[in-house]
């Protein structure tokens, strides 16, 4: 929805128990938003948000600021570079040509559906190798969008989630988190038992997380 210039994410909620409306920003879809319930006529949001016209401006004049430390240029796919072409038009998922990638509409959004169908094909198979190395497997995986962890192991449910940026990362890197959440399906803490095991695992794991996965070479587009 537009409001007065600024384009506001209408996040429409499906929570009977939700009763009123939040406006923020979304920083990893570089968006102004406001999460609404289903309830509430659209008129009525629309009112509400020229109501708050200012605060609204000043979200979008932080979301600028953030947008520029992004590079639009290029991006990587599992540690390979590749130069972005933008077409303007129609949100739709990114295609990649030889050294290449084509991003439509909204380029963060065209590299994330591009990154995850990517790493939809390719996870399975890294998560059998690592399976294969620390003999324990998941009952479920899945790739999620996350605000603050590369991956996450719910020990309970033995489920897996991997942070969908990372398949910016080399291989070796994903791996390395994935061998990390294995772990915690036999250590729960990160004491010295957990570590042994990852000496075990994946030598030298270490070193890269203490490199913070060498984001902020790969980390791009895609958050
Ligand atoms: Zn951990």
Same mark, same amino acid.
């Given at each position: 929805m537009n409001i007065e210039g600024i384009d506001v994410d209408i996040r429409v909620r499906n *929570?009977?128990? &939700?009763r009123r409306f939040q406006i923020g920003t979304d920083k990893r879809r570089m968006q102004v938003y406001a999460s609404v319930p289903s309830w509430v006529e659209m008129d009525y949001v629309e009112a509400l948000l020229k109501e708050n016209v200012d605060t609204l401006r000043e979200m979008q004049k932080e979301i600028d600021q953030s947008k520029k430390?992004?590079?639009?240029?290029s991006m990587y796919l599992f540690g390979k570079k590749y130069n972005i072409e933008h077409k303007d038009g129609k949100t739709k998922i990114g295609e990649i040509n030889n050294n290449t990638i084509i991003l439509y509409g909204d380029m963060m959004e065209s590299a994330a559906r591009l990154g995850r169908s990517l790493f939809k094909k390719e996870l399975p198979r890294m998560m059998d190798e690592c399976v294969q190395v620390t003999g324990r497997a998941p009952k479920e995986f899945r790739i999620k969008r996350m605000k603050t962890k590369w991956g996450t192991c719910n020990v309970v449910a033995e489920r897996i989630w991997i942070n969908l $940026?990372? $398949?910016? &990362?080399?291989e070796e890197i994903i791996k390395e988190v994935i061998t990390h959440e294995l772990t915690h399906l036999y250590v729960? *803490?990160?004491g010295s038992e957990f570590k042994k095991l990852m000496d075990d695992f994946y030598p030298g794991w270490d070193k890269i997380e203490k490199a913070n996965m060498e984001y902020n070479k790969y980390g791009g587009i895609i958050r």
């Open positions: *929570n009977k128990r &939700m430390e992004i590079d639009f240029s $940026v990372l $398949v910016q &990362m080399p729960h *803490n990160h």
